[in-house]
């Protein structure tokens, strides 16, 4: 008897170490080495395609309070994060490497555990060749390969939709000039875990000039697709406005030199992405600009002249399916739209969560309740008033037409605070009673035992 995982990233890790808990065989298949996405390059496990920040650590942020949640029901892949982590103020940002060399040797190690390093093109096939498989969980994540998606869209109808996402080059430290910029946090809070590289008014013109002319690179069919707000590359986010870029990632507001006191017309904020601190990525500068154009125009930022760039900003395609009509809120698949003979879950970004956190939660939810179905115990079913049941019921009940994907956030959730609470006025003390009850929603699903 085994559970058979498709994808070894931050959801599939998460759910095969979910379902090793209850002592089931896990197969999980990974087609890395063998096969790499557009956007993967290690041949590590939970591998951070984008940016290294994990967001938000404070119970007032949604995602703040998903990764309490985690922490609480057992999570692995938080547990990873929080060991890995990298200065980063108010955020768990992790060194990349580190985590997911950390998640790798968890899963090899398992008992439980056999990682098969393959590409599954099909999933009758699958079955076909193999006889101890008793339930399925795709985890394939928004780059899922063109066999398997294909064999998906055939099997279950699913309305596939397209849209990119964006990721920020990366900068060699030491190539950064250090005469230009200065370390400092905003309004002065927190430790100054940023480098911030300061515009005057005629260097940010000149830039944002170059930056709105330049070419480019050709990706399909980019023009007819909807973008993602906080993936928005920032050269098409420039060309809303000359200052739209100042209102955004380039807000100069509260970084005022710490020495001469100077305020700037705008600021690029640089980010530790590894522990070492040796790399830093462009805060907000998802690109899809050719690699050639982004260290000509990226280089007009004063510091960064001579940046040596151990990424470039590439832009990606993002596969999600209808959960509305396909999924219930543990993520399985209803039965009346399963041909295929044993249950099947999906988790991770594919499901419609957007996110590291987000999928790695759905992830954790699939995993218990794939379990439990197994064993003939009573599912989970995470309600509204937790994050990761939020989310789970957002994906899995939507009832609009136009099913976007979804990243942690508190108006996802219900729960009435001044019920019993009273009457709050202060919006912050209002997510924070939310976070304090969703909190111990979760203490009393763990003490009903997982
Ligand atoms: C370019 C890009 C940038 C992003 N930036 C961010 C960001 O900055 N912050 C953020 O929170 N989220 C970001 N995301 C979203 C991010 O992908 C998800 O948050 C998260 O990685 C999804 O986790 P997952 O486990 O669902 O998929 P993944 O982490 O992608 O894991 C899926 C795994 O399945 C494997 N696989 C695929 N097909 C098959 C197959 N047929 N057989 C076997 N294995 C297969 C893949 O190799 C991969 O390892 C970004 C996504 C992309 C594409």
Redesign the pocket.
């Known amino acids: 008897m085994a559970i058979y995982v498709?994808?070894?990233?931050?959801?599939?890790c998460e759910a095969a170490w979910q379902i090793a808990k209850y002592g089931i065989n896990v197969k999980l298949?990974?087609?890395?080495p063998v096969k790499?996405?557009e956007?993967?390059s290690s041949d590590k496990?939970?591998?951070?395609?984008?940016?290294n920040s994990l967001?938000a650590t404070n119970l007032e942020n949604a995602t703040g309070l998903l990764k309490e949640e985690m922490r609480l029901l057992g999570g692995m892949v938080i547990s990873c994060a929080d060991e890995s982590s990298v200065p980063a103020g108010g955020a768990l940002a992790v060194d990349r490497e580190v985590f997911s060399n950390k998640v790798t040797q968890k899963i090899e190690e398992s008992p439980y555990i056999t990682v098969i390093r393959?590409?599954?093109?099909s999933l009758k096939k699958l079955l076909s060749e193999n006889d101890d498989c008793e339930c399925i969980i795709i985890?394939?994540?928004?780059?899922?390969?063109k066999?398997?998606s294909d064999e998906i869209i055939e099997m279950f109808g699913f309305k596939k939709l397209h849209f990119f996402?964006?990721?920020a080059p990366v900068i060699l430290e030491d190539s950064i000039d250090e005469s230009k910029v200065f370390r400092a946090a905003r309004y002065g809070k927190g430790t100054a875990d940023y480098i911030n590289c300061p515009m005057k008014r005629d260097e940010y013109f000149a830039f944002y000039e170059e930056l709105i002319n330049a070419e480019c690179a050709d990706v399909k069919d980019f023009d007819k697709l909807d973008l993602y707000e906080g993936?928005m590359p920032v050269e098409s986010m420039a060309k809303r406005g000359i200052d739209t870029l100042r209102f955004g990632p380039l807000k100069p507001v509260g970084l005022r030199h710490p020495i001469t006191n100077e305020e700037y017309y705008a600021v690029v904020q640089l980010r530790q992405d590894n522990i070492e601190g040796t790399l830093f990525n462009m805060v907000g500068f998802q690109t899809r600009l050719k690699f050639g154009e982004q260290k000509r125009v990226f280089g007009m930022i004063p510091g960064l002249e001579h940046a040596e760039y151990v990424r470039y900003g590439?832009?990606?395609k993002?596969i999600y399916i209808q959960s509305p009509d396909m999924l219930d809120s543990t993520y399985r698949l209803k039965d009346e739209k399963n041909s295929i003979g044993v249950p099947i879950y999906f988790?991770?970004?594919?499901t419609g969560v957007?996110?590291?956190?987000?999928?790695t939660s759905s992830?954790l939810i699939a995993g218990i309740n794939a379990s439990r179905e197994l064993l003939n115990k009573e599912r989970i079913i995470f309600k509204n008033d937790t994050q990761i049941g939020a989310l789970a019921n957002y994906v899995s009940s939507y009832a609009g037409n136009d099913f976007q994907p979804m990243g942690a956030n508190f108006g996802i959730m219900h729960f009435d605070v001044e019920s019993v609470y009273g009457r709050v006025k202060d919006k912050k003390l209002k997510k924070l009673y939310t976070a304090e009850n969703a909190l111990n929603r979760v203490k009393d699903i763990v003490n009903g035992g997982v």
């Open positions: 498709i994808g070894g990233g931050l959801a599939g298949f990974e087609m890395k790499f996405s956007a993967h496990l939970a591998e951070l395609v984008c940016s967001k393959d590409e599954v093109v985890a394939t994540g928004p780059l899922t390969s066999a398997l996402d964006a990721a993936c590439v832009m990606h993002n988790a991770g970004q594919i957007e996110g590291y956190m987000e999928s992830g």
